[in-house]
């Protein structure tokens, strides 16, 4: 028999949650973003459940490729741009939208021999500071790209950093305005503009976490009135039971005494299969559908978890990690990180079917 860990991916949560997001955005299109591939889930498990976007936006060109080879012949844009000259030729090829966030880019648009012109999303650093031409010297390079014959259209693109906090994005989004590019469709929100800024919803949207049912902020409960579900369950079982005595320790380090006598399972999970090295005792998982909680250290194949609510859980009892019952998020938080950052790094080794 193999090891009881599994994957599931819920193809109908990816539509549900697409139309979700179409309620929200109104006359915007959407680019759903499947960089990464598809945030762990697999694109060429996911993709056709999003057949009814306007266009995928991911980083690889493989991916746009494996896109266009399965049929797929709406718009695909590349986040990053392009990292070599010799890759507008694949840009050319199968068509695809490339985001300008550098000189030497325009340059290389200017000078590859096309057969066809390029459509460009040019990346305006509007307070993100990692990518973008800033607001003095971006009319200037809007005026460049324009008359470039190499370029088709070009679209305003920039980046919230704090679209899901209470920072939120009225200093970038005023920086955006006077600029005053009204001749330019624009591509301004992410999955927190979406949800919480309708202001900057404009021509196009790019909505990541949420298509997968997590939360932009890390926390579950800013999304819990959203409709939104989860899009992968991480499951497994109990391997092992055990009553412990009071002040017995448990696993590497010893990190974690029991304060009585304690029922404890052994779960044939660790992080080798994904699951957060540093979650800690007390973070949720589901025994048999009964919250309960993780304790002592998490190792590389196994994690142990108290029994004590649910009596009745015995070797084979099914445990949740993540999922329809257990977001991802709260798991993340006891971990200190974020929900896109476990779904990322579900390990090969775990099978995934779908449902």
Known sequence: M????????????????????RQKVGYSKIWSVVKANAYGHGLDRIWQSLMQTDGFALLDMNEA?????????????????????????????????????????????EEAAFDKPVNIYLKLNS????????????????????????????????????SDNEIGVSEQFTVVRQLKMDSLQHCLANSGAVLWHPETHADWVRPGIILYGASPSGKWRDIADTGLRPTMSLRSEIIAVHELAKGAKIGYGSHYTTQRVTRVGTVACGYADGYPRHASTGSPVIVDGIRTCVLGAVSMDMMTVDLTPCP????????????????????????????????????????????
């Not at 993100?128 to 010297?137: A, K, S, Y």
Request: proline letters at 5%.
């Open 312 to 355: 009745e859980a015995t070797i084979g009892s099914s445990v949740e990690l993540w999922g329809k019952h257990l977001p991802v998020d709260e798991v993340a938080e006891f971990a200190g990180t974020i929900g896109y950052e476990l779904l990322c790094a579900l390990a090969r080794r775990v099978p995934v079917v779908v449902d």
């Open 127 to 162: 307070g993100m500071n990692r990518l973008g031409f800033t607001p003095d010297e971006y009319p200037q390079i809007v005026s460049m790209a324009s008359g470039i014959k190499n370029i088709s259209s070009v679209t305003l693109m920039t980046h919230f950093a704090n």
């Open 65 to 109: 490729i494996y896109l266009r080879k399965q049929g797929w012949q709406g718009p695909i844009l590349l986040l990053e741009g392009f990292f070599k000259a010799a890759d507008l030729q694949i840009i050319n090829k199968y068509n695809l939208t490339t985001t300008v966030h550098s000189h030497w880019q325009l340059k290389a648009i």
């Open 2 to 21: 193999p090891r009881p860990i599994l994957a599931t991916i819920h193809l109908d949560a990816f539509r549900h949650n697409l139309t979700i997001i």
